[in-house]
C-alpha cells in the first residue's frame, strides 16, 4: 500500500477556487487508481472523482461535474482535483483514496489506501 497525503484544503467564499493535492509514498502509485471522495457533517462519504493510472480515464460525480477537474502527474506522485465555482454545499473533508487495480470504481469499499482528508469550508 501507499501512504497518501492531502493539502490544500481550506477556507474560501462562494464562486471561489481552490486545488487539492494528494501526494504519495511509494514507487508504485503511478499503478493506483486514484479517487477523491468527500464527507460532509452527518451524511454518508460521496464520490467525487477518480483517475485511472496513466489520466487516460476520468470520471466525476454529478454534483461536481463541470466545475472540478482531477489530473495527475506521475513524476511527483501527485494527484490534484482543481475545484472551481465552490458552493457551500461543497463543504466537506476531501480525502483521497488509492486502489490497486485498473478497474475503475465509485465505491469507498473498492479503495485500498486513504489519506487523513482536508477541510474544505466554503462561505456563502
Known amino acids: 500500500q501507499v501512504q497518501l497525503i492531502e493539502s490544500g484544503g481550506g477556507l474560501v467564499q462562494a464562486g471561489g477556487s481552490l486545488r487539492l493535492s494528494c501526494t504519495a509514498s511509494g514507487r508504485t502509485f503511478s499503478t493506483y487508481t486514484v479517487g477523491w471522495f468527500r464527507q460532509a457533517p452527518g451524511k454518508e462519504r460521496e464520490f467525487v472523482a477518480y483517475?485511472?493510472?496513466?489520466?487516460?480515464?476520468?470520471y466525476y460525480g454529478d454534483s461536481v461535474k463541470g466545475r472540478f477537474t482531477i489530473s495527475r502527474d506521475n513524476a511527483k506522485n501527485t494527484v490534484y482535483l482543481q475545484m472551481n465555482s465552490l458552493k457551500p454545499e461543497d463543504t466537506a473533508v476531501y480525502y483521497c483514496?488509492?486502489?490497486?487495480?485498473?478497474?475503475?470504481?465509485?465505491?469507498?469499499?473498492?479503495?485500498?489506501?486513504w489519506g487523513q482528508g482536508t477541510q474544505v469550508t466554503v462561505s456563502s
Open positions: 483514496a488509492g486502489r490497486r487495480s485498473t478497474l475503475m470504481s465509485t465505491m469507498s469499499k473498492d479503495y485500498d489506501s
Open positions: 483517475i485511472s493510472w496513466n489520466g487516460g480515464r476520468i
